[in-house]
């Protein structure tokens, strides 16, 4: 009746398709679950689940959307822009379209306050940032080698980093006595564990802003984190894939900024990873982008953005909007506002309920406090709260514990993807909730001793899912009532 | 330890071959009807470029597509977040229903077992990553894409193992040349997890015989574990008589679906892309197709790395939806493909140079053993240099594709207008003359087609076009 017995596919495919490396397996996707069966919309279904687990920014679509509206050139379907079609269509050399290079340096520089300026001919092309700390990882470890990651970190570092290169992770644990900041001793004691485990360590890296903290790395972390790698000899990473999201001081310093301020840095140790999924809002586009200061690493790089290019229709489309300077600056300005204005009315909503966060001045998350609400300071309490908010208050927020996070009580709560009065809904379900939780006439629920969750964890999950910051569930994958889901 | 990766280091991208380095000295001096007539003339790049305008004129009728319209409503929200690596629900649809037309809706898809990947690149990576460990092996028969190189070994650690396919069968795949390939693999001590074809071949632009496609799947079914691809990214540019075969059409036929008593069905995956049938190399779309649950989640997961745009998989699912203009545009685009194969082929006869018979692709593999020097490779590099540099044409040489016997030639015809093709040919003609009459020998005459040429090595050579062996159909 057909050989379908998993034994035997451990043994037909390889080890990679088999283990869970992937990260897929994992016990948070009852978030998403519960938010697939029972999707918030405002008017179908007010009591549903609101999505706060998903890192998507969808303030300013509009913005995007009129500028395509008024630029039918850029686009190769349209009467207008059509003539390009053919050159477009066949266009797959792997150094990508000269205007999207360029536009992506603009806009990356932008970004920077035009505080640096980015070289087009360095910059290649990936699918997505998923793609992008695939491509770097591949061109600068071994299997077997590592990278250090400062925790709390992004969960999908786990495949994107490790799974089919086989490069393992070592958390560099922060936590909330310093407010995360990364020191250089947590640096240190890591490297020097990894050298007395034999372990060879090839680079570190930073997310900056940081995912899920929300906040910008400091002058002096970042010029400590880059000296730390010059002196070690192993490459530093940044991640700055939220660049344009910072919306309040301290303004943002990337590390390409640095290397102007220090003196005898090896460049050949420093790249950076970009994507327009966060700062623009186009994760559907995939667009990824990695940027080295190393030539080998570009030359190399180069031939493995093959397995990962950007649809030419895509780079056609973004070349033109990306080199309109008015539009760009207009774009960062306002957006940057939005954030800033969204931000604020959620993290105000949230003081007044006695709720702190994190204090941040980036990302489209916030990274909320839920401490004293723990039945138990350990992560079963966390896990304990977490289902609370899922079930009874019914928000899929993330907990701490899926980045790794070191101290129990502490969860990332997304605020871009939703419009402002389904902030107030879930604010009002916060007050709701926090009340009854800190009112003493309620009697304590016994806390459950759960399994504790390790990696290694495995549930019967339907084949469907996927637990990443940056996906909906698969069958529905946007609202039901998307005209898109009905496309046939 | 070395600052990079060894992979970074290495040279398994294969890109320093010649396929390669024939394209770096086109860039150098690219013909241009106008500007730089005395350019180099690119024959090396298999794309097509003859079917653009039914494209742009179904655009030019659907223009709501081109607004992310869809019933009136903006749908642009919804492109710019999905990046559901299950892929859009329309454009899946549209693509096995495209799949399967293309064979005579002989065999059906079903969409959710379709994995989209960044072109056919990806997808044949990908499958290695699922399919095979770190030094396992894949038989592949030769000559192959040389692309295959880097695709297939370079950051998976896979090896390729050839099975050595000679012109006095048409380079068809035989039961020894398998055997001997795994064999070869055996002594290598290397685990030979499968076989990966190409049908229609790249580069020899014929399509895979039932007798080849029943061998391979015949080879695979005893050995557990033993997959076979079937990359069928040509399976739309087969113009000509026999018909195209997939594998999955053998399946059906030999009762090997799913459900039979076999596991054949579970080891068999299919890779496609819209590169070269719909000439659309620029936006990334190729696909993998197995019945294996396992794979198709494995691979699915993977496709994280390299997912297609999705305004351009809504582009494509309202193109390839359209039925009508799918089924057009097929046969449109195969009649095109037809009259320029015949122009290339007759072109290459006038010059007195015969290619391998051929039914399918963009390229013909071309027979000039009887202009090398000696029968070897070194001569083979020797005629191509002439060939880039002084004839100023960038085809690719045999080698490239890991040809066991020199003098064979991949030229492409689709992706040039009919003027530079025929440029192509005067030029490579007055080359031919030339170089039979500085060695003395006769010079070919126009429309000569018979005529026998000693050559050093004692070979007899037919002018006239080679007819292709039928074989069991």
């Known amino acids: ?488 | 330890m070395g600052l990079l990766s060894r992979k970074a280091t290495c040279n398994s991208h294969g890109q320093d071959s010649s396929y390669f380095l024939g394209w770096q000295e086109y860039e150098k001096n690219p013909y241009d009807e106008v500007l730089n007539p005395k350019g180099i003339i690119q024959m090396g790049l298999a794309e097509n470029q003859l079917s653009f305008d039914l494209l742009e004129s179904w655009l030019a009728k659907n223009p709501d597509v081109s607004a992310f319209k869809k019933d009136g409503n903006s749908i642009f929200r919804e492109l710019a977040l999905f990046q559901d690596y299950h892929g859009l629900p329309a454009f899946k649809k549209a693509l096995v229903d495209f799949m399967a037309e293309i064979r005579g809706n002989k065999v059906t898809f079903d969409p959710n077992h379709i994995v989209l990947t960044a072109g056919s690149t990806s997808a044949n990576e990908t499958l290695m990553f699922c399919l095979a460990d770190h030094g396992d092996a894949f038989l592949l028969p030769t000559p192959y894409y040389p692309g295959f190189d880097r695709d297939l070994k370079w950051r998976t650690g896979v090896e390729i193992v050839p099975i050595q396919c000679i012109s006095s069968n048409n380079f068809q795949i035989t039961e020894s040349a398998l055997q001997r390939a795994y064999q070869d693999a055996q002594t290598r001590n290397l685990t030979v997890k499968g076989v990966l074809l190409t049908n229609p071949s790249n580069p020899l632009g014929t399509t895979m015989t039932r007798n080849e496609l029943n061998l391979l799947i015949d080879f695979i079914s005893d050995k557990a574990d033993m997959h076979l691809i079937s990359d069928e990214i040509y399976s739309g540019t087969v113009f000509d008589s026999p018909a195209f075969v997939s594998v999955v059409e053998i399946l059906k036929e030999r009762n090997l679906l799913k459900d039979s008593d076999s596991d054949v069905w579970n080891r068999v995956h299919v890779v496609y892309s819209l590169s070269k049938d719909l000439g659309l190399p620029g936006f990334r779309v190729g696909a993998i197709y197995s019945q294996n649950d396992t794979v198709v989640s494995a691979a699915t997961k993977m496709s994280s790395f390299g997912l297609v745009s999705s305004q351009t998989q809504y582009l494509l699912s309202a193109m390839l939806g359209d039925k009508n203009f799918a089924k057009n545009y097929i046969s449109e685009n195969k009649q095109r493909l037809k009259r320029r194969q015949k122009m290339l082929v007759s072109g290459l006869k006038k010059a007195g140079i015969s290619c391998l018979k051929s039914n399918a692709g963009l390229f013909c593999w071309v027979d000039m053993r009887h202009l090398l020097q000696s029968n070897t490779f070194e001569a083979e590099m020797e005629l191509w240099k002439k060939i880039v540099y002084d004839v100023r044409l960038n085809i690719s040489p045999g080698s490239s594709c890991h040809c066991t016997e020199p003098g064979w030639f991949r030229l492409c015809f689709a992706n040039m207008s009919e003027d530079t093709l025929d440029l192509a040919m005067k030029r490579l003609k007055a080359f031919v003359a030339e170089s039979a009459g500085g060695n003395g020998r006769r010079k070919s005459i126009i429309g000569h087609s018979s005529g026998k040429k000693k050559s050093p090595t004692k070979w007899v050579f037919r002018l006239s076009s080679r007819d292709r062996e039928q074989g069991d159909r």
């Open chain 1, 1 to 488: 009746m057909g050989f379908t017995s998993e034994i035997h596919d451990y043994q037909l495919l390889s080890k990679i398709a088999t283990n869970d490396k992937h990260g897929e397996n994992s016990p948070y996707f009852d978030g998403w679950k519960a938010y697939d069966r029972d999707p918030f919309h405002p008017t179908k279904n007010p009591d549903g689940v609101i999505q706060m687990g998903l890192a998507e920014n969808q303030l300013s679509f509009d913005l995007i959307e009129d500028w395509i509206m008024e630029n039918p050139k850029a686009s190769i379907c349209t009467p207008e822009g059509v003539n390009q079609f053919k050159h477009i269509a066949n266009f797959q050399d792997y150094h990508g379209l000269p205007e999207f290079t360029k536009g992506v340096a603009n806009f990356m520089s932008k970004v920077r306050g035009g505080r640096v300026k980015f070289d087009p001919d360095r910059i290649l092309m990936s699918g997505g940032a998923t793609g992008a700390n695939e491509l770097i990882m591949f061109c600068l470890a071994d299997p077997g080698d590592a990278f250090l990651v400062p925790s709390p970190y992004y969960p999908a570092f786990v495949r994107d980093l490790c799974w089919r290169t086989g490069i393992q992770i070592i958390p560099v644990h922060c936590d909330s006595s310093n407010n995360f900041k990364i020191t250089r001793e947590a640096l240190e004691e890591a490297y020097q564990k990894a050298q007395e485990d034999n372990i060879n360590v090839k680079g570190l890296i930073i997310t900056n802003p940081s995912n899920p903290l929300g906040t910008t790395l400091d002058r002096e972390t970042l010029k400590s984190a880059v000296s730390f790698i010059n002196e070690k000899n192993i490459h530093l990473v940044c991640d700055e894939i939220y660049a344009a999201t910072v919306f309040n001081s301290p303004g943002y310093v990337s590390v390409s900024e640095i290397l102007q301020d220090i003196e005898s840095i090896n460049l050949d140790l420093i790249h950076v990873i970009y994507s327009l999924s966060k700062d623009m809002g186009l994760p559907g586009f995939r667009v990824g982008i990695v940027y080295s200061y190393n030539e080998e690493v570009v030359h190399c790089g180069r031939k493995m953005s093959s397995f990962g290019l950007v649809s030419s229709q895509t780079q056609h489309l973004l070349g033109a909007m990306l080199n309109d300077d008015e539009f760009v600056d207009g774009f960062l300005k306002e957006s940057s506002r939005r954030l800033g204005k969204r931000h604020s009315v959620f993290t105000k909503g949230l003081e007044k309920e006695g709720i702190s966060c994190l204090p941040s001045n980036a990302g489209l998350f916030v990274w909320m406090n839920l401490r004293k609400l723990l039945k138990e300071q350990t992560f079963e309490g966390e896990m304990m709260l977490w289902r609370d908010i899922i079930n009874e208050v019914k928000l899929n927020v993330s907990p701490g514990s899926s980045f790794d996070c070191k101290e129990p009580g502490w969860f990332r709560v997304c605020f871009a993807n939703m419009d402002d009065e389904t902030v107030e809904v879930a604010l009002r379900r916060i007050r709701a909730f926090v009340g009854k939780e800190t009112t003493p006439s309620s009697s304590p629920k016994k806390p459950v001793k759960l399994k504790r969750w390790n990696s290694n964890l495995r549930l019967s999950l339907s084949s469907s899912r996927r637990f990443d910051e940056t996906v909906l569930s698969p069958h529905n994958m946007m609202s039901p009532h998307s005209p898109l889901v009905q496309a046939t």
